[in-house]
T-cell receptor, first 113, second 116 residues
Framework: ETGVTQSPTHLIKTRGQQVTLRCSSQ?????VSWYQQALGQGPQFIFQ???????GRGNFPPRFSGLQFPNYSSELNVNALELDDSALYLC????????????FGQGTRLTVV | AQTVTQSQPEMSVQEAETVTLSCTYD???????LFWYKQPPSRQMILVIR??????QNATENRFSVNFQKAAKSFSLKISDSQLGDTAMYFC?????????????FGKGTRLSVIA
């Protein structure tokens, strides 16, 4: 098991609602990346945070936003939920300058109905 | 943009046998890393093996080894002495080498079943 924890593990939301997913990074890691994994697909990069600032973004609309806190934990916020947002959301923490390995959490399974 | 292709959606192997999972990628970069990740039913991505593009020697980790062909942009994973615990989704991933961290680009995955 890695030191990356995500909460909640599962949740169900209604189309149009907003959701916040949380991630606690591994101790000492200063970078958090978020990925969306649709059913039967590989993870797709949403964005990355480094030192509390967005440090790269994939092809996702602005209604996907995030935060990183001074303790390097992070949140992913999704507004105006759509049915296609149903997916597993993975958080990965890593250390800039400390090698390439990213440690993943167990994910949050989001279902939009 | 980089792309990663895994052409085998599903594979199966008998316990104790050897299996090879295929991966090809497309990039104009010269310096990068390649990875194989395992995702068991618990959903947590676990790093299996890593290859630096500048290294000609193929990486090995116990029962896991890769065949890295840089010119062909091919990166296959060989699992020897397969065990029931190897049953999982396996993802090939690419990462551009950069002074900071760059995101992982994943393939669609191969579902591996190890049969007793």
């Amino acid at each position: 098991e890695t030191g990356v924890t995500q909460s909640p593990t599962h949740l169900i939301k209604t189309r149009g609602q907003q959701v916040t997913l949380r991630c606690s990074s591994q101790s000492g890691h200063n970078t958090v990346s978020w990925y969306q994994q649709a059913l039967g697909q590989g993870p797709q990069f949403i964005f990355q945070y480094y030192r509390e600032e967005e440090n790269g973004r994939g092809n996702f609309p602005p209604r996907f936003s995030g935060l990183q806190f001074p303790n390097y934990s992070s949140e992913l916020n999704v507004n105006a939920l759509e049915l296609d947002d149903s997916a597993l959301y993975l958080c990965a923490s890593s250390l800039v300058g400390g090698g390439t390995e990213a440690f993943f959490g167990q994910g949050t399974r989001l279902t939009v109905v | 943009a980089q792309t990663v292709t895994q052409s085998q959606p599903e594979m199966s192997v008998q316990e104790a046998e050897t299996v090879t999972l295929s991966c090809t990628y497309d990039t104009s970069e010269n310096n990068y890393y390649l990875f194989w990740y395992k995702q068991p039913p618990s959903r947590q991505m676990i790093l299996v093996i890593r290859q630096e593009a500048y290294k000609q020697q193929n990486a090995t980790e116990n029962r896991f080894s890769v065949n890295f062909q840089k010119a062909a942009k091919s990166f296959s994973l060989k699992i020897s002495d397969s065990q029931l615990g190897d049953t999982a989704m396996y993802f090939c991933a690419f990462m551009k080498l950069f002074s900071g961290n760059t995101p992982l680009v994943f393939g669609k995955g191969t579902r591996l079943s190890v049969i007793a």
